[in-house]
């Protein structure tokens, strides 16, 4: 089902009908005719315009003109394939305002009636620029933008003038009106500013405009224009009622027997008109959609309802071909963006046809809307908000697919996929749901609200109640509490999670976070709450927190290594901030992370190949350094023992040199606390000890070319492969496999990156594997003794200057 239809016997189906019915006198786009007695008019460098334009001045104008540009991204282009015209900039055009607005100020006031905008309010034209299309100049369909707050449309004002084609085509909901100039009078023609429109080329002499911003000036903060008949908004309440009391169906791939899911929690009603963000408001909505918004709000008080105005984005994908393929072309993929600051098409590829309407559109196979903004009846500022819609909760008296994207994407044929055309829009949209419902649909949109609201609650001693608001956010808490990016959101919850004062309910609210999301400044909220609840739910909420599964859940992500690094400056936080329960707070975090950081530790050491396995745990070492200053802050001497003897033991020898730069970061730092420093030197003893054992190791012969096979499979294959490779002598191997076999090979060099060139001759039958052992193993060995070396000397000279009390033996 479309996402903005319903079917005919449904509550929301008839909902639309009845507002199908409501609209404003007015159209989309209007036109005036005014004479130019009072249009007192000079360009600079060409002086005072007469009227009709002649071609003499109009060629004149055109030669003190530039090319008009329009944007892509944050790019100024020029491209006269899209804009083809001259333009002359404001500053250079003087027009008498007093004499000028004898004129302009009855025609705005005219056109604002034929737009169907409300009476109270007035028009307010800004000038834009000043025009000038010669013969062959055109603009393609666009589609302005709205450069101010108050700004609703456009205003074109063609001069007088001898000239032929340049008509303006102004388009919006399949419906297209086109004007053309005058020789003798003023054209004065308005749109909103979401419709598609464009200047098709000049035949014949010069089309000269002046072109204006509407803005729409005047009116109360709710203004949404006249409401409908008294009996449309009786007929409206009790539909809304029945709306709210039906039963939705069973999910679509519900088993058959599956029963009836509860009534819609909201009513989304899409207007006509697209909007963006700044140009939303109850007092800015174009043409019927403001009576519309009017009536519905007051059938809402009606049926008990609250009601807001939001900014929906529409996805919509439809099944989709070029006009006049017989078959599928494979691969190709068009797209296009209309740019909010400019106006105009930005393609990654030029479309068969001016814009993606030059496709035809079949059935729809899936669409999505989103509601991303609000406004409620106070009219204060669009709330930001994320709250997916279902079909169940929309209707419209328009289709989507009857208005102009945004942002459109063809995808052409690509085997069992494509042909296919993606759509964007964003369109405005009423909002209504019970009032009795209003805190969870509000806080599921708005999760942030939702626990300021638990906050005022609390201080206003209802405990019980904030309690009760808590729980009702159980079911769709989870999913929507990573929404908010503000970073107060996690303090929020934290303050609210102290309040509510149940263990449970506590959980539930942090439950969707990540133990990154604790830094300093939330130090003493965290230290409170381990205090209130105790040792076990913090481990518990911990271990919740720290389940690598789960993914990020939380608004504000952070690099878990870094943040592990930084754990000594949080854990001082703790304890300064919190007294003893800071340092309980501390302990239990640090015995969290060291636990998650093992088995990441363990984890790495197996990893292979060993230049992946080396960089993993490489990278380990500042929050190795992390748990152990953390530890020496907090006091857990038992964990610092812990992590030492985890850190030493014979299984993590791939970690040393991990642990070497984590003692060298260490020493560039400064010297380490007191508490720190015995863990440091009990690694730098056990690094130094490791390093003599290896170097103690007889370096390779210059003719030894043996190579340990590391173990890891015991087949045939890997039998024979090793014997080759402990061979100090063989360095070649022609071995005959099948292409199974010989993948089975080439899978364990290169697993371990052994210094073995391998290759398949493609003759006879099998094809022959020729494995060459290659000098590499010499350099590499080479290098490894040097590095070593320089990790014994180097801690060696920390052993002299106050680290391990052990003197390493001289290097050999």
Known sequence: MSSTTASSTTPRARIGELLGGVGAAGSFTARRIAPADDLDLEVTGLGRLRFPVSRTRAARLCRLARPARYGRGDQTLLDR???????????????????????????????????????????????????????????????????????????????????????????????????????????????????????????????????????????????????????????????????????????????????????????????????????????????????????????????????????????????????????????????????????????????????????????????????????????????????????????????????????????????????????????????????????????????????????????????????????????????????????????????????????ALAASLLEPFQVEALIPARAPAWAALVERYGEAWTRELLSSWSNPSRGWMGPEKRDPLAWLAALPRLCESLRTAGGAAGTTAARLLLEDSWRRLAETIAEDRDVTPPRVRDRALAALEGPVLGVLGGAAVAEVDGLRDEAVAFLRARENEPLVPSLVQMLRSAAKAGKPGSRAAPALDAVAEHCARRLEARLERRARAPGDWSIVLPPGCGCELCATLGTFLADANAQQLDWPLAKQRRQHVHGRLDAHELPVRHETRRKGSPYTLALTKTKSLFEREARERRAWRADLEWLARRGRSGGPGRRSRPAR
């Open 81 to 503: 394939g899209v804009r083809d015209t001259w333009e002359i900039p404001k500053s250079r055009v003087r027009i008498d305002k007093r004499r000028w607005n004898r004129t302009l100020l009855p025609v705005l006031d005219a056109l604002r009636a034929d737009l169907g905008l409300p009476e109270g309010r007035r028009l307010k034209a800004e000038l834009h620029s000043m025009l000038v299309y010669a013969p062959g100049q055109f603009f393609l369909p666009h589609r302005d933008s709205e450069k101010a707050d108050e700004m609703v449309g456009t205003l074109v004002v063609t001069l007088p003038g001898s000239f032929k084609g340049g008509a303006l085509v102004v388009e919006h909901g399949g419906e297209k009106a086109t004007y053309r100039g005058s020789q003798k009078a003023l054209s004065f023609v308005a749109f909103y500013a979401d419709c598609l429109h464009e200047v098709k080329p000049v035949k014949d002499g010069h089309r000269v405009v002046l072109t204006y911003n509407l803005l729409l000036d005047g009116g109360g903060a709710a203004d949404a224009g006249a409401t409908g008949s008294t009996a449309t908004v009786d007929a409206l309440a009790p539909r809304l009622r029945e709306h709210f009391e039906t039963p939705r169906p069973p999910r679509r791939y519900a088993r058959e027997d599956a029963p009836p899911r509860k009534p819609p929690a909201r009513l989304v009603y899409l207007l006509d008109h697209q909007y963006t963000e700044r140009g939303l408001g109850w007092d800015r909505l174009k043409g019927s959609d403001g009576a519309r918004a009017a009536t519905l709000a007051a059938a809402a008080e009606q049926a008990g309802c609250e009601t807001v105005l939001a900014l929906a984005e529409i996805q919509e994908t439809w099944d989709c071909f070029e006009p006049g393929w017989d078959r599928p072309r494979w691969g190709r993929r068009r797209s296009w963006a209309r740019d909010d600051d400019e106006e105009d098409w930005i393609e990654d590829e030029p479309p068969p046809r001016d814009d993606p309407d030059g496709y035809e559109l079949g059935e729809l196979i899936d669409s999505s809307i989103t509601l991303e903004r609000w406004i409620d009846r106070a009219g204060k500022r669009a709330a930001p908000v994320v709250s997916d819609v279902e079909d169940e909760e929309v209707c419209a008296t328009t289709q989507t697919s009857q208005l102009e994207p945004y942002a459109a994407e063809y995808e052409g044929y690509m085997g069992n996929y494509g042909n296919t055309m993606d759509r964007w829009y964003r369109r405005a949209a009423i909002v209504l749901w019970p009032r009795e419902r209003a805190f969870t649909v509000r806080a599921e949109a708005d999760p942030s609200w939702a626990l300021a609201e638990i906050q005022r609650r609390l201080r206003a001693g209802g405990a019980g109640e904030a309690r009760e608001m808590a729980a009702s956010m159980a079911p769709f808490w989870r999913g929507v509490a990573g929404s908010d990016g503000r970073p107060a959101f996690f303090a929020k919850a934290l303050r609210a999670a102290h309040g509510v004062d149940e263990p």
